[in-house]
């Protein structure tokens, strides 16, 4: 909380003297406006990181006030003080976007909690603004994102070797981002004008692969009713990428290493030679030296291909894209689902960090759209990870029962009543989550289940 600019906005000059006192002691700068015009006012000229404004006011109160402010400075937050019995119009306000509100007289521990989570808010909202810019600055190829030492490092190898004509082989563990290597190779190339066809070495049978990969005559064999051309000629001119170079047969492997040692193909069922102007880029997440000592790999073959070699760093490799990858998923499928998503709480952020994401990226991006998908806020919290990121962010948070629509209004109600139905709807404002809806009151989860137990509304 230290060096943070507090605005303290009440027209009591001994409450303002008190508040003054006591943020000044946990290291903060204080500047004072007696009322709210005066606040909206201090808000247009200089920078504050929060703003503590009283309800009720002689002149303009805190609730236009609050209008004032949100209008020039939306992601300025804001807390209410206000009268316990004016809770229906303190949770009014949070509706307008206020950040919190405490009742008088303030708990200076509960006071000091608020604001530091207001401040933490703050800078969480700066700092999913500043992933949105990186976004922009930090895709140096199609679809590649990261500024960690290890991509740094990649990147510039792929610079190197783009515009050559060098055969290149990829490799590192699945879901690491291997084809958009070898797209950014292709792109910084002389052959970026002709195509980039990919083919998946493991996902066809050998004799549909063969025929693939060099394509057939008719009646080569029980269903080729007319001649097609192969992967290797519609890639003439341009680059053919090999992905799980790995899981090609033995036999198959031959075929290739001639067609790389001499330019030439043949199709399935012709003795006729075609010549193809083909670059190839190869990728695997097997460690082709082993295959090569198990004798399940051509080791003619693998120095063939092995020419340049770029390994793609696991995710936990490089950790500190994290955010940046999370922020660029996030705007994708928050695009994709018509939702509104400013970004990440610190809690989920650091889940993620802490997480060793076997399935790398992929595992990464499906997180994401699902956290979109599940997502009812404004950021993605704990709440919407799956099982394994929570453990890393201490737990799902627990969720207690809500009603499904606004509470009437309080006015002319006992304070035990204006007590719960204030928690009953800042439950319902939170989605029921009862963590949120403690911070939201300005009071621990222990208080609120012994409140919800008092209310006879805990399930």
Request: net charge negative; aromatic share 4%.
């Amino acid at each position: 909380m230290e060096q943070a600019r507090i605005l303290v906005v009440d027209d009591d000059d001994g409450h303002r003297a008190m508040l003054r006192t006591m943020l000044k002691s946990w290291g903060c700068t204080v500047d004072e406006a007696c009322d709210g015009d005066e606040a909206v006012q201090c808000v247009r000229e200089q920078a504050f990181d929060a703003v503590l404004t009283d309800v009720r006011m002689a002149r303009m109160d805190g609730i236009d006030a609050l209008r004032g402010i949100l209008d020039y400075n939306p992601a300025l937050p804001v807390i209410l003080m206000t009268a316990y019995s004016s809770v229906e119009t303190a949770v009014d306000a949070l509706r307008l976007g206020a950040y919190d509100y405490l009742t008088k007289p303030l708990d200076f521990d509960a006071l000091k909690n608020t604001l530091q989570r207001a401040l933490d808010h703050s800078r969480l909202t700066v700092e999913n603004r500043e992933l949105r810019r990186q976004l922009t600055e930090a895709a140096a190829g199609p679809g590649i994102l990261g500024r960690s030492k290890a991509m740094r490092d990649m990147l510039g190898i792929i610079a190197t070797v783009a515009p050559t004509e060098a055969t290149v082989l990829i490799t590192g563990e699945s879901g690491t981002g291997k084809e958009l290597v070898a797209r950014a190779i292709h792109a910084g190339s002389l052959r970026e004008a002709r195509p980039l066809v990919t083919v998946n070495c493991a996902a066809l049978a050998e004799n549909l692969l063969e025929s693939e990969l060099f394509g057939h005559e008719k009646g080569a064999f029980t269903g080729a009713d007319r001649r097609r051309e192969g992967r290797f000629m519609q890639a003439h001119g341009g680059t053919l990428f090999l992905d799980e170079i790995g899981e090609m047969p033995l036999p198959l492997q031959a075929k290739l290493l001639r067609a790389l040692q001499q330019g030439e193909i043949q199709r399935v069922g012709s003795d006729a030679p075609f010549t193809v102007d083909v670059r190839i880029i190869a990728a695997t997440n097997r460690n082709l030296n082993e295959e090569v000592a198990a004798k399940r790999f051509r080791e003619d073959l693998f120095f063939r291909l092995n020419v340049i070699s770029i390994e793609v760093p696991a995710l936990r490799q490089r950790a500190e894209d994290i955010p940046l990858l999370a922020a660029h998923f996030l705007q994708k499928f928050s695009g994709r689902n018509r939702k509104n998503l400013k970004g990440f709480t610190s809690q989920a952020l650091d889940a993620m960090l802490r997480y060793a994401w076997p399935g790398n990226v992929r595992e990464l991006e499906n997180v994401v759209e699902r956290a979109v998908i599940l997502s009812t806020g404004s950021h993605i919290t704990p709440h919407e990870l799956p099982a394994a990121l929570r453990a890393e962010a201490g737990g799902a948070e627990e969720t207690a029962a809500a009603p499904a629509a606004p509470l009437p209004s309080l006015a002319g109600l006992p304070l035990d009543e204006v007590e719960r139905r204030a928690i009953l709807e800042t439950l319902h404002d939170v989605d029921r989550n009862k963590s949120e809806a403690a911070r939201k009151l300005g009071i621990t989860r222990a208080t609120l289940h012994s409140k919800l137990k008092k209310f006879g509304i805990l399930n």
